[in-house]
């Protein structure tokens, strides 16, 4: 290879990913638009005036949809961002049930049934419109409460009946939802919690674009302490503002740092540490178990807030009893939680890891971007401590 095709082949490598990505989107794009399309338009045979103004919606909304998504969150525009995330859950959901609409429609023409397709259509449209409002409020509403006992066997008795609450991916974003959270403010102080968590995804911008939203965290109660850690989506915006604002709430901003608490006269550590990506965000941020747990007495329980599932493997290397998470929503929108296990080691629930550590992952307080929650209702965990 000469000297000038050295120089050229990392920009025709850049030129071949550029090329690459559109292309990927226009078929994500055409696969969760067309789909639906050919269940709902283009195989029942409908009259033609319902096959062009099918066509045009769903082509404009094709269209439509990612230039909103783009201009929403990479330009800052709330109103867009609202229609973009609609339409992508909207779709979702209308993708889903036509393929199983699809796979239905083949076991009847091998029974013998034929055309369906119009029965099927109107099936599609009956069951996805249903749970495309009932996910609309599963997600707007106020969390219902998930009480779990964990035992960790190195509590001490006085710790038993320790109560920790736990909100995760609160996300506040372009859908103003500053009522939502004070009720929700109000659900935790009826729990009466000795700790109080928030395991990052904080919001969608910044603390200066989100203030309003977040401010009902200040009045959140706990007899001992309130922690909180970055998610990935602050890394998006404004980590370290949101460190500093959660700090001028109250909070204590576990940035790979821990904390003591005593209770009837035994004590828990209470660590945290950065997004699973933070690393890679130039903010000089990154998960480093070690210095959180820097000067703590290694016979003393540990409990870790840690954004993501995925965190464990470092948390057992580490000797954590209980590392808390979020990130998954459970899949937010089924049968998305099929994809999230590819991706994490758990989507729900409480999980053990290696011989000591368990790990509880949250499906998250509020929602990201389409405002559905379908299958994968969200939570305020109450996490109850029991001793041995």
Not at 26 to 48: C, E, K, M, N
Not at 286 to 293: F, N, R
């Amino acid at each position: 290879m000469s000297a000038s095709e050295a120089v050229q082949a990392p920009p025709a490598r850049q030129s071949l990913r550029l090329l690459i990505f559109p292309v990927f989107l226009i078929g994500v794009a055409g696969l969760l638009f067309g789909v639906p399309w050919w269940t709902l338009i283009g195989a029942p045979d409908w009259p033609a005036p319902v096959e062009v103004l099918g066509g045009l919606i769903f082509g404009g909304a094709a269209i439509a949809m990612p230039v909103m998504m783009f201009y929403g969150h990479g330009r800052r525009r709330d109103w867009a961002a609202r229609i973009g995330d609609t339409t992508l859950g909207v779709i979702w959901v209308f993708f889903t049930w036509s393929v199983i609409a699809s796979i239905g429609k083949l076991v009847l023409n091998f029974a013998g049934v034929e055309n369906a397709a119009r029965g099927v259509a109107l099936a599609v449209v009956t069951v996805a419109s249903g749970l495309v409002v009932w996910g609309y409020v599963e997600a707007m509403r106020v969390p219902r409460v998930k009480r779990v006992d964990i035992t960790l066997p190195r509590l001490g008795r006085g710790l038993d009946g320790t109560k920790i609450v736990l909100l995760t991916d609160t996300h506040y974003g372009p859908i103003d939802r500053a009522k939502w959270s004070a009720r929700v403010t109000e659900a935790v102080n009826e729990l009466d919690a000795d700790i109080v968590c928030h395991t990052g995804d904080i919001a969608d911008g910044t603390a200066v674009q989100r203030r309003e939203q977040a401010a009902p965290l200040g009045d959140i109660k706990a007899k001992l302490t309130r922690a909180y850690v970055t998610g990935n989506h602050e890394y998006f915006g404004d980590a370290q503002g949101w460190l500093d604002y959660m700090q001028e709430m109250g909070w204590e901003q576990l940035h790979n740092r821990h904390l003591t608490v005593q209770r009837g006269g035994d004590t828990l550590v209470i660590a945290g540490v950065d997004d699973y990506t933070a690393a890679h965000t130039g903010t000089g941020h990154s998960q480093d178990h070690a210095a959180a747990l820097a000067g703590a007495d290694p016979e003393l329980p540990v409990l870790l807030l840690a954004h993501q599932p995925k965190q464990i493997p470092q948390a057992v290397a580490h000797g954590i009893d209980l590392q808390i998470s979020g990130h998954t929503h459970g899949g937010q929108i089924w049968p998305f939680n099929l994809f999230v296990k590819l991706d994490q080691p758990s989507v729900a629930g409480l999980s053990r890891h290696g011989e000591r550590t368990q790990l509880y992952t949250s499906r998250g307080t509020g929602f990201w971007g389409p405002p559905l929650r379908v299958f994968a209702p969200s939570e305020i965990t109450l996490i109850t401590l029991r001793a041995e």
